[in-house]
């Protein structure tokens, strides 16, 4: 029934990991070794759609997990194993525009242990410069190059697939994505201007589109509107081939400190409804920025340790790339949430914020 | 049993076997503003042979009130406002039946329609066309505010990100909050000369920031229905529904037991229909809704 959720795309499901056991399993185990965590069947640099809602979990490649989530009672033992941090930003680095508290000192003694660190996030308002400058601002030492936000992983994901530089991409979503496409050579339409243009829905009134958009790239976008719908559907529906890219499908988002906002998934979730098509998704918890960073920086997944506040996209990311993943209740996700029957996914580790690694010992959540 | 191509000879069998033809409005009647060749004259005759006739519309822009204009604007004054049931209406009855205190308000997410019905059901309904004109502020320690116990999404051409934040907090902070959809087409003919996204574009918005799924009172819902087969107090096997739409139309009337007319004047064409992969098949299709009236006075062979 064409009501209901739309048929699979081309894309293979994302595997993502089922927890076969409850959190609340009162089961011990001594430090563990993650050399046995089921591996991602995926190879570099492809895509994966994501059943975004609800959480389902079906994995037929994969085994079950069959450990909960432990509190992080020994951070040197975890600091020790690993070579490469990922850090999710947005509730793990910072909230809104304020820091979260001890995160440029952990940032500096993990760096002085002579540990790799990359930042991997969902928001695609800004490009890689511009986080840069945030990271700046807030006092931290990154380099660009360390950054990889979702409006990146568009214009990479295009490049990673020799995109024609002769088409064009329209883009529902903010500055970020603009910059990282011309960046990349590629010519784009769209963007917040867009969100001034109105429609008159009159007798004889056509709305064009060009022909030659060979792909339509969405994200967070506090300018949408009925315009934007119109000429990504269109393009979506009537130009052979058209891609539809999604930056990343958050429900909701921490735009300031004080308050969850309705995310990426809500401007992406407009365009499956009108299309009935779905997206390719390259951000979290995609494995498509693992992948590239991976390759690029020549790391092995299983030193690697992704560290985020949101069990379905930072966890689910960690764990579909085979990684270590670590929880922080900082953000978005409850200790209450991380226990509830309801999920099913579970990090290998869960503390209250990152700089719980500052104490080796146990922090108290 | 396959679709059949609406003939002189199957046509005189569906009409003598119905009562009640129920028909839906964008792509049956109307394309936006321009009427369907030939529709007027029809209607007329299909209730100058005693049949009762019946408008069931998902686009919930308008009231029923404000539907009864459009028929008339068009030359269609025979209809009356109480023949015809939009999912404004459908979403206002819905409260209704369901004992919705009176007190607590509805925020909308979409057309005057909607706000007119909540209204003329004794409900308080907020936001609607003018929050078009609303932005939202992300400053530091600035709380959005919102206390709306129920959110109505339907088709908004002027929808914006404050609305899509302002029903998304409703929905996932107020306790108890509903989230109901008028309907969930994914596109439509607004206009005459092309489609465009329908309802089913801004609930999938919200679905996406809520993870809830809404209460759909719009085709194929069977809630109109029910609410038709009480008022008129007839049999669904009695009535026959007209629709240009497959997951909406047909499927809202196999689900009561109706007979079941597509017409291709809207957004299904013949080679949707009859491509494989297609698994809602009316009883018959035809052109278009005056070719009842070639039927009816052309000799059954």
Not at chain 2, 199 to 209: E, K, N, R, T, Y
Not at chain 2, 293 to 299: A, C, F, Y
Request: glycine share 8%; charged share 25%.
């Amino acid at each position: 029934m064409l009501m209901s959720r739309s048929v699979a795309s081309a894309v293979s499901q994302v595997s993502s990991s089922t927890s076969s056991l409850l959190p609340n399993s009162k089961q011990l185990f001594s430090f563990k070794t993650l050399s046995g965590y089921r591996s991602s069947s995926f190879c570099g640099g492809s895509i994966r759609k994501v059943n975004h809602k609800p959480l389902q979990m079906t994995s037929s490649s994969m085994t079950p997990r069959a450990m909960a989530s432990k509190q992080l009672e020994n951070a040197d033992q975890l600091i020790d194993s690993i070579e490469t941090f990922i850090f999710d930003c947005d509730g793990v680095i910072w909230k809104g525009d304020k820091l979260i508290e001890g995160v440029p000192e952990t940032l500096d003694m993990l760096r002085a242990k002579g540990k790799r660190l990359v930042f991997v996030t969902n928001n695609s308002t800004k490009s890689r410069k511009q986080y840069g400058k945030k990271f700046e601002t807030l006092g931290l030492n990154v380099n660009e190059e360390e950054i990889f936000a979702s409006s990146f992983a568009a214009a990479a994901y295009l490049q990673s697939i020799n995109f024609p530089k002769d088409k064009k991409v329209y883009v529902i979503g903010e500055e970020g994505i603009l910059k990282e496409l011309e960046l990349a050579g590629f010519q784009y339409l769209g963007g917040p201007d867009d969100g001034k243009k109105q429609i008159e829905l009159k007798p004889g009134f056509l709305m064009e589109h060009e022909h030659d958009v060979g792909a339509v790239v969405v994200g967070f976008d506090r300018y949408f509107n009925y315009y934007k719908i119109q000429y990504g559907t269109l393009c979506i529906r009537e130009n052979p081939g058209c891609l539809f890219i999604a930056t990343n499908r958050d429900a909701v988002t921490h735009l300031t400190d004080a308050q969850e906002w309705a995310g990426g998934g809500s401007m992406v979730g407009a365009l499956v409804g009108s299309t009935q098509r779905e997206p390719l998704v390259v951000g979290k918890p995609s494995t498509f920025m693992m992948d590239y960073l991976a390759d690029k920086f020549g790391i092995q997944k299983s030193q690697i340790c992704m560290v985020g506040d949101r069990l379905d996209t930072d966890i689910l990311f960690g764990q579909n790339g085979g990684c270590k993943t670590l929880l922080v209740l900082s953000g978005v996700t409850s200790i209450s949430m991380l226990e509830s029957p309801d999920n099913k996914i579970q990090p290998d580790f869960y503390t209250s914020k990152i700089s719980d690694f500052l104490s080796p010992k146990a922090a108290t959540v | 049993m396959a679709p059949q191509l609406l003939s002189s000879r199957t046509f005189k069998s569906l009409f003598d076997s119905v009562d009640t033809f129920l028909f839906d409005c964008d792509g049956v009647i109307w394309k936006g503003e321009t009427l369907i060749d030939g529709v007027s004259q029809t209607i007329d005759l299909i209730r100058s042979k005693g049949k009762n006739v019946v408008f069931v519309t998902n686009n919930s822009v308008k009231s029923r009130r404000q539907y009864a204009e459009k028929f008339r604007s068009l030359g269609l004054s025979s209809v009356t406002q109480d023949e015809i049931f939009s999912s404004s209406f459908a979403a206002a009855m819905y409260l209704k039946f369901n004992n919705f205190p009176k007190d607590k308000k509805v925020y909308v997410i979409g057309g005057e329609g909607v706000l007119e019905e909540l209204q003329i059901a004794g409900f308080t309904g907020l936001g609607g066309p003018e929050d078009g004109e609303k932005k939202a502020q992300w400053k530091s320690n600035c709380l959005f505010e919102h206390d709306k116990s129920v959110i109505c999404v339907g088709l908004d051409p002027n929808i914006n990100y404050y609305k899509l934040q302002y029903g998304t907090l409703c929905v996932r902070e107020n306790p108890g909050c509903l989230f109901i959809a008028t309907n969930r087409d994914a596109v439509g003919h607004m206009t005459d000369l092309q489609e465009w996204p329908g309802a089913g574009c801004m609930v999938a918005a919200m679905c996406g920031s809520t993870e809830r799924e809404p209460i759909v009172v719009g085709k194929p819902s069977s809630f109109m229905m029910d609410f038709l087969l009480q008022k008129f107090g007839t049999d669904s096997s009695r009535m026959c529904m007209v629709g240009d739409r497959l997951d909406t139309d047909i499927l809202f009337g196999q689900n009561a037991g109706c007979k079941t007319l597509l017409v291709l004047t809207g957004v299904t064409s013949e080679s949707d229909l009859l491509e494989k992969g297609n698994k809602i098949e009316p009883d018959y299709y035809t052109r278009t809704v005056s070719d009842i009236t070639k039927l009816m006075d052309s000799p059954s062979k």
